[in-house]
C-alpha cells in the first residue's frame, strides 16, 4: 500500500472526507535540472497542519534547505515559484535540517515576507497557519542534450 492510500485510510478514519486529487500534469511542475529535481509549481492544502498532511511519511518528498537556498536565489526559478518576494501566501513546509528540533516534534518551513525570504525550524507540528501550505519535490534524472 503506498503512503498516500495509507494517509487517505488514517484521515478518512478520523472523520475527514478525501476527494481524489486531480491528475498532475507537467505543466504543474518546474524541472530543476541543476538539482536533479522536479518542483510543484504551486503550494497547495494551505492552513493544515503537519500532522493534519501526515508529513512525517512524506519529509523526503520536500524542499530541504540547500535546494530553498539555491531556488530562492536563483532568478531563472524564484519568480516562477513565488520564492522572490512577490508573494507572502505561499509559505511552505521544508524537511527539517535540526535532528535537536526534530526530536522536540518541530517542523521547518520556507517563507518570505516584504524584506526578504526565511527559513523557520521550531513550528509545532500540529500547528496550522493561513499562509502555510506544500509543495513537493521529487527526483528526476534529466537526459543530457547534444
Not at 518576494?85 to 535537536?100: A, C, H, N, V, Y
Request: aromatic share 10%.
Amino acid at each position: 500500500m503506498s503512503k498516500i492510500t495509507e494517509s487517505i485510510k488514517i484521515l478518512e478514519k478520523e472523520g475527514y472526507k478525501v476527494t481524489a486529487p486531480k491528475e498532475i500534469s507537467r505543466e504543474d511542475w518546474l524541472d530543476i535540472p541543476e538539482l536533479g529535481i522536479s518542483v510543484e509549481i504551486d503550494v497547495h492544502d494551505k492552513d493544515k497542519s503537519w500532522d493534519e498532511l501526515s508529513l512525517k511519511d512524506r519529509e523526503d518528498e520536500l524542499l530541504d534547505i540547500e535546494q530553498c537556498i539555491f531556488l530562492s536565489n536563483n532568478n531563472k526559478y524564484s519568480k516562477i515559484l513565488k520564492m522572490d518576494g512577490s508573494s507572502t501566501k505561499d509559505d511552505f513546509f521544508i524537511k527539517q535540517p535540526f535532528e535537536l528540533n526534530r526530536k522536540n516534534g518541530y517542523v521547518a518551513w520556507f517563507y518570505v515576507i516584504s524584506g526578504g525570504a526565511n527559513l523557520g525550524c521550531w513550528v509545532d507540528s500540529d500547528g496550522s497557519y493561513s499562509t502555510l501550505g506544500v509543495r513537493f519535490c521529487r527526483k528526476k534524472i534529466f537526459k543530457k542534450t547534444k
